[in-house]
């Protein structure tokens, strides 16, 4: 097989089309989010019923004018599955349906592509070693809210955590600041659910969480930097975490 033309990527979604084809929502190092139509995939004699399934990292090709369904020509695993179970399953699903919610389609994002590369693996590695040992448990929690500000970043949502928008002081960990969309944090007095301490925007400015405090903190605010993005529809895979895992 020549390799010009492969794209790195991996499906975020996919769905049944007439009987024997598939649907893909595909992220893709180079091209950025494409919608690709996989004839036969689902036949009986496709080699491409074990290899087209989510957090299974592909080489790609395909054909298709821009702003069109694209039909695929090739596609190879490079690797196996990446090994994912309950929370980290479900934490993956999350991170997949948000990026098919956020990303402009046909349009590059290089560096959100490594850093879902890069909370993939760390899910991945948690959840190995959980099955290893179950007393080896990691919250997804650090690992989610390191890439929902990555994301945020590299959608052009700049915010300067580590300053106050009224005076340009470096924050103060034991102040409290109100966030303002437009603007960024300011000094206030008055907590709220808009507000946030320095050691919590420091927290998010690193990406170092080192108690449930600063993850709670950076929750809300990518809840709220991230509302405008996905918009007033519920996220499914939200649901998911309400559910026991079984074990």
């Known amino acids: 097989m020549n390799n010009a033309g492969l794209v790195r990527g991996l499906i975020l979604h996919r769905r049944s089309y007439s009987e024997t084809s598939l649907i893909l929502d595909v992220f893709s190092e180079k091209k950025g989010r494409v919608s690709i139509i996989a004839k036969g995939a689902r036949s ?3 080699n491409l019923k074990g290899t087209l399934q989510a957090f299974t990292p592909l080489l790609l ?3 298709g004018k821009n702003g069109n369904m694209k039909t695929l020509g090739y596609a190879e695993s490079i690797s196996l599955a ?3 179970s309950g929370h980290y399953l479900y934490s993956a699903m999350y991170v997949n349906e948000l990026l098919a919610r956020v990303l402009e389609v046909e349009t590059p994002y290089p560096e959100i592509f490594y850093a879902y590369m890069q909370v993939l693996t760390e899910l991945a590695n948690h ?11 990691h919250s997804p929690e650090p690992a ?3 890439f929902e500000l990555s994301l945020l970043k ?7 955590f580590l300053h106050c928008a009224a005076t340009g002081d470096e924050i103060d ?3 409290t600041y109100l966030f303002r969309a437009q603007q960024g944090f300011l000094a206030s007095i008055k907590p709220d659910n808009m507000s946030f301490t320095g050691r919590e925007l420091r927290a998010m400015a690193e990406g170092v969480f080192e108690n449930a ?17 996905i918009g007033s529809m519920p996220l499914k895979s939200r649901e998911l975490f309400l559910k026991p895992v079984k074990s």
């Open 173 to 175: 960990d034991d102040m």
């Open 144 to 146: 989610l809210r390191r």
């Open 127 to 137: 959840s190995v070693a959980y099955e290893k040992d179950p007393h080896q448990r």
């Open 44 to 46: 009986k004699r496709s």
């Open 213 to 229: 405090q600063q993850l709670k903190g950076a929750k809300r605010f990518t809840r709220m930097a991230l509302k405008p993005y």
């Open 154 to 160: 590299h959608l052009g949502y700049g915010i300067d």
């Open 61 to 63: 090709k395909w054909s």
């Open 82 to 84: 990446l090994p994912l």
